[in-house]
């Protein structure tokens, strides 16, 4: 029997799904944004990748008024392939606190993204803790990009893990490419602090976050279609963790994440 695509880049047999834990849809033309959900699925296809985490390209309130139904529909039409998340705007406080009751409560969602690039807003702003609050008392995690532009930075980030100790921030990928380190050592010192691999070039790194912080705080992820899925999954497997590290930062971290949310 031939291997599937995973086995073949080095997954065990049998090992089961793997879940990438931030990827992307959305339909802009205005923006150049051309991703409806039939390309991410087919790039985890061709990865042996069994879901993904979803998101859009904007917040809300923002240029795309229907961004929420838009991901909603993306994960009626693929109810087993794609799970949802809201990306909001901190500032417009009572929309977003709205919008994030809609995305959990109505469609089902299991988390919140905040990009401070796009909003502009410090992750510890009151606007950014209030909204953060209100996710934790959801128990949906809140993925911020984490990398290397202003109010972005591991550091800046930590500050809200601080202040909302109740609450699961997830830095995606841990730090870009300059502030690696100090995602470490930020999720070192704030247990409440996980750390997603995408787009973040160093192998050796995610090795490195696995044995100082554990394998149950480490998330695979791929940020897709941006970045490939499949050479994103490659670059985890490259970092040499054992099947059962492997197990819990390709699927089982991110499910014990979702089965907590509170809707």
């Not at 073949?8 to 047999?13: E, F, L, N, Y």
């Not at 993306?74 to 809609?102: S, T």
């Not at 909302?164 to 995606?172: N, Q, R």
């Not at 089982?252 to 089965?259: F, G, K, S, T, W």
């Amino acid at each position: 029997m031939t291997a599937g695509p995973a086995e073949a880049i080095g997954i065990p047999p049998g090992f089961g799904e793997i879940i990438d834990s931030h990827a992307h849809v959305g339909e802009i033309p205005a923006l150049g944004l051309t991703d409806p959900p039939e390309k991410i699925v087919g790039l985890l296809d061709d990865a042996g990748i069994g879901r993904a985490v979803v998101m859009t390209y904007t917040e809300l309130p923002g240029y795309d008024p229907n961004a929420l139904e838009y991901v909603a529909s993306a994960v009626a039409k693929f109810p087993d392939r794609l799970i949802g998340y809201a990306r909001l705007h901190p500032w417009f406080e009572r929309e977003a606190a709205d919008f994030l009751h809609e995305a959990i409560h109505d469609y089902r969602m299991k988390g919140l993204k905040l990009h401070p690039v796009g909003t502009l807003a410090h992750p510890a702003e009151q606007a950014s803790l209030r909204l953060i609050r209100l996710a934790a008392e959801y128990r949906a995690p809140v993925l911020f990009h984490c990398g290397d532009e202003p109010f972005t930075t591991p550091l800046t980030i930590a500050i809200a893990a601080a202040r909302v100790p109740e609450a699961m921030l997830i830095l995606g990928h841990m730090g870009g490419y300059f502030h690696v380190d100090e995602a470490i050592e930020v999720a070192e010192r704030y247990p409440n602090v996980i750390l997603e691999t995408s787009a973040m070039p160093y192998p050796a790194r995610i090795r490195d976050a696995v044995s100082r912080i554990g394998a149950g705080r480490v998330m695979f992820a791929s940020d897709g279609p941006g970045c490939r899925p499949g050479l994103e999954l490659r670059k985890v497997l490259k970092a040499g963790l054992t099947v059962e590290q492997l197990r819990l930062v390709l699927r089982d971290n991110i499910v014990a994440l979702m089965a907590g949310v509170r809707h």
